[in-house]
């Protein structure tokens, strides 16, 4: 089954810098990578996604790019707020004729120092 | 707003005990999933449903854990006996089959056994 790996696991930035968390995945016929955001107590909420077919995708001050050759997809974040202060997971999917699910990677715990 | 909603938010029990979680997945959803969050291991799947027929629940310690879903508007997970071990916070999400489509957390159940 699919091997999502996540790194760091812990990242800490000054407030205005960026930050960049990185993923890699095994399974080839993957092609849908969403990142989630956790706030401390509260449920995982989806943020951004890039499907397979597109190398970058940007919203604002997130991005995230896929390299598929490589397999591996990272997330940034620009002029990091104290309200980015959360953990985030990448995670993985694969077709499969509407029973699709999603593997996540460990998360990063990433703190925002003011 | 379309929520998930499990119940209970917190439960604390002595080891041995049976303990059943409950989740309400969004109306007209035929997805649903059951994860495990613990500090060590993130965002782990037990089990997922689609039209109530369960998918996959290898991610599930079968001599302890069950997951059912008597309708369409009600999915259970239960431990018994409970352990120690099996302290964390137990995500349900809901979606229409696609992972692109987007899946919806409930805001979780944290267990504690003592």
């Known amino acids: 089954g699919e091997n999502v790996e996540q790194h760091p696991s812990t990242l800490s930035v000054q407030e205005g810098d960026s930050a960049v968390i990185k993923c890699t995945y095994s399974d080839s016929a993957s092609n849908y990578f969403p990142w989630y955001k956790q706030e401390l107590g509260k449920r995982p909420q989806l943020i951004i996604d890039i499907r397979s077919n597109v190398g970058e995708k940007k919203d604002q001050r997130i991005a995230v790019t896929l390299n598929k050759t490589a397999k591996h997809f990272s997330l940034h974040i620009t002029e990091t707020q104290p309200e980015d202060s959360a953990v985030y997971f990448c995670?993985?999917?694969?077709?499969?004729?509407?029973?699709?699910?999603?593997?996540f990677g460990t998360g990063t715990r990433l703190t925002i120092i003011p | 707003d379309a929520r998930v909603t499990q119940t209970p938010r917190h439960k604390v029990t002595e080891m041995g005990q049976e303990v059943t979680m409950r989740c309400q997945p969004i109306?007209?959803?035929?997805?649903v999933f059951w994860y495990r969050q613990t500090m060590m291991q993130g965002l782990e799947l037990l089990a997922y449903f689609r039209n109530r027929a369960p998918l996959d629940d290898s991610g599930m310690p079968k001599d302890r854990f069950s997951a059912e879903m008597p309708d369409a508007t009600l999915a259970t997970l239960k431990i018994q006996p409970s352990e120690p071990r099996d302290s964390a916070v137990y995500f349900c999400?809901?979606?229409?089959?696609?992972?692109?489509?987007?899946?919806?957390f409930g805001s979780g159940t944290r267990l504690t056994v003592v």
């Open positions: 995670a993985a999917s694969r077709p499969n004729f509407g029973n699709e699910k999603l593997t």
């Open positions: 999400a809901s979606g229409l089959g696609r992972a692109d489509y987007g899946y919806t």
């Open positions: 109306l007209g959803h035929n997805t």
